[in-house]
């Protein structure tokens, strides 16, 4: 079942999950559309905890999630037939070939066992693993392990894919590779993927949708472009007595703070350029520049999650 | 990664120079089977690395040893009886049986934790669950592989050697006449053999990761346990302690064998349990049956 483009992937209501006094998840509510999610957030936030969840691997304490349509914690099989997981931890069995483990799980997924041999090698070819699949796993790289478990995960063509950290542990150029196979997956053979990670750079790179999450909570979502563009500063640049201006500005109500020679004022909403415009005039300054400050997602994610965890952002920045 | 493979295999498979390959990637328009078709896949699976096909020869060397221990001596008995003549009248269902015994003890400790253990140490099993099975399919698949291994041990010697009395017979039709029901008690008898084996072998094989451990108590669980409870029926003078018979794992095969076809232990008559029926063996491979079952179920249950 293919989703329709416009209809969300995943639904989330309420949705809780606590281990005991542990709370994993705390009411989530979230509307995901198709497409590149990335799914940030620090080690513990329950990133993980989250994808077993959609997959229908674990029961919600409370609430609910849909998954393509379907209810997890009711139809956890439909959900499964129709989606792939790599796993964020080492998953391969060592004394198997690529071939015939990422074959067995083509079964495993429904397909006959001829076709599930010719769709895996097809795979593993598009995963970057062609002649190695012959090869026992536990003779593979860390890269060449990702990329298997890659090829298992889209071996039964899912219509979305949940990937867990899918460049822990590769070095840089395979990290590369990986997100370029990512990329490939989602935008030329349109699989949906929820790539899951603490690197955001590779959320940036790969999604166009970002999900937030820390402590457990869901601090931000929503298209990336949006995040990184809407509320940051508004840098002003003026050409006359700058402190005067500034002066002015904060009298008549704007947070001002200096910013490598100019002006930032915080956008609190767009009446703030009325203030900037006709405090210029009343002063007779001429604006010489006026432009909202780009955020990185690492900007929304440090401002977001700082929040939360009261001063520590549990992120690694790659490179 | 490329997209046209090297000229030299153009080159050879005979197709025009310079011609390109179109190995994008293709959506599967398949047929897709059901979780029926999963089970029968992972009960293949698991039974062809318990046999060490495709692994290294040291995993091979046990089912080898085991397959070899149990068909040889009844094609070489049928061989002799062939070639010379009667000969070893007192090798029967019975006796086979209780030689069949170790080994199929031998090869449960081997093949459970073969099963079990290395989807576990591998960390498969996230795979394995984020599949469209549920996890009593997963179970399902390993109880039916084990059991189709231990099955080919307990049934098939005996049919060979049940094929060899038929046709060394002087009237293979009148054999088969005077022995009517001799195929019911071989697939009755190895079929409660391989269950009892295959249940305890896999419970606690489900306890661990490790394959040794759990082969070393599996083995080491029934000996003492069978040693124990023979030891207090023995120290006990009370009416009920032939009861303690029912508990003593290490007998309950021998006891089975001897309700089926009748007669005492090729190993001796039991000290205690003698009187008991032979029917209720047959409810205690059921209850270790149920109870196994249970237990790992809920291991797996557990399990995320």
């Not at chain 1, 792939?84 to 066992?113: I, K, N, R, W």
């Not at chain 1, 401002?303 to 520590?312: I, T």
């Not at chain 2, 003890?105 to 140490?121: N, T």
């Amino acid at each position: 079942m293919e989703p329709h483009r416009d209809e969300p992937v995943i639904i989330c209501r309420g949705l809780r999950k606590a281990y005991g006094s542990v709370v994993a998840l705390d009411h989530l509510d979230l509307e995901v559309p198709p497409g590149a999610i990335g799914l940030l957030g620090p080690n513990g936030a329950g990133k993980s905890t989250l994808i077993k969840l959609l997959l229908g691997l674990i029961r919600p304490t409370e609430g609910e999630a849909s998954v393509l349509g379907f209810d997890t914690a009711r139809d956890g099989i439909q959900v499964r037939q129709r989606t792939g997981y790599m796993p964020e931890s080492d998953c391969l069995p060592g004394d198997v070939t690529a071939a015939d483990f990422v074959g067995h799980m083509a079964q495993m997924s429904g397909l006959p066992a001829r076709a599930a041999r010719l769709r895996a090698a097809e795979v593993l070819y598009h995963c970057g693993v062609d002649e190695e699949r012959y090869r026992l796993i536990r003779e593979f790289s860390t890269g060449m392990k990702q990329r298997v478990k890659l090829a298992q995960a889209i071996v039964h063509d899912p219509d979305l894919v949940f990937l867990d950290e899918p460049t822990n542990g590769m070095d840089p150029q395979g990290r590369e590779e990986m997100l370029e196979l990512i990329n490939r997956i989602h935008r030329e053979i349109g699989i949906t993927v929820l790539l899951s990670s603490h690197l955001l750079d590779d959320v940036e790179r790969v999604c166009d949708y970002v999900l937030l999450v820390a402590q457990g909570r869901l601090v931000q979502h929503g298209p990336v472009r949006e995040l990184i563009a809407g509320a940051g500063d508004i840098l002003v640049e003026v050409d006359g007595d700058a402190a005067r201006f500034r002066e002015a500005l904060v009298a008549r109500g704007a947070t001002v703070t200096a910013s490598d020679g100019m002006l930032a004022v915080k956008h609190t909403d767009d009446l703030v350029f009325d203030v900037i415009r006709d405090t210029a005039a009343d002063l007779d300054v001429a604006l010489r520049g006026l432009r909202i400050q780009s955020r990185s997602l690492e900007d929304v994610y440090v401002q977001q999650v700082l929040a939360v965890n009261g001063g520590s952002d549990g992120v690694e920045r790659a490179g | 990664m490329s997209s046209v493979p090297g000229e030299a295999g153009a080159a050879q498979s005979g197709a025009r120079y310079g011609e390109v390959f179109d190995r994008g990637y293709q959506h599967y328009e398949g047929r897709r089977e059901g979780r029926a078709h999963a089970v029968r896949a992972l009960t293949l699976y698991s039974v062809r690395g318990a046999l060490g096909i495709k692994k290294r020869w040291t995993a091979k060397i046990i089912p080898i040893f085991i397959y070899a221990a149990s068909f040889l001596p009844v094609a070489v008995i049928i061989g002799i009886r062939a070639f010379v003549g009667p000969v070893a009248e007192g090798f029967n269902y019975s006796s086979l049986y209780v030689a069949l015994s170790p080994l199929l003890l031998i090869l449960a400790a081997a093949a459970a934790p073969e099963m079990l253990c290395d989807d576990r140490r591998e960390n498969v099993l996230p795979l394995y669950f984020s599949r469209a099975i549920t996890r009593g399919d997963y179970l399902l698949a390993k109880i039916a592989a084990l059991g189709i291994l231990l099955g080919s041990i307990a049934i098939l010697p005996p049919l060979l050697l049940f094929i060899g009395n038929t046709l060394l017979a002087e009237s293979p039709l009148g054999y088969l006449r005077d022995q009517p029901d001799e195929v019911g008690r071989i697939l009755a008898t190895g079929t409660l053999l391989s269950i009892f084996y295959a249940a305890i072998g896999l419970v606690i094989a489900s306890f661990t990761a490790r394959k040794g451990v759990a082969a070393a108590i599996y083995i080491g669980f029934i000996t003492i346990e069978t040693a124990i409870v023979e030891a207090l029926a023995n120290a006990i003078t009370a009416s009920w302690r032939d009861f303690l018979d029912l508990i003593s794992l290490g007998n309950v095969p021998d006891r089975i064998i001897n309700w089926v076809f009748g007669g005492t232990s090729a190993v001796g008559a039991p000290p205690v349990g003698a009187p008991l029926q032979g029917w209720l063996y047959l409810f205690v491979v059921a209850g270790v049956a149920v109870i196994c079952g249970v237990v790992m179920y809920q291991r797996y249950l557990a399990e995320e």
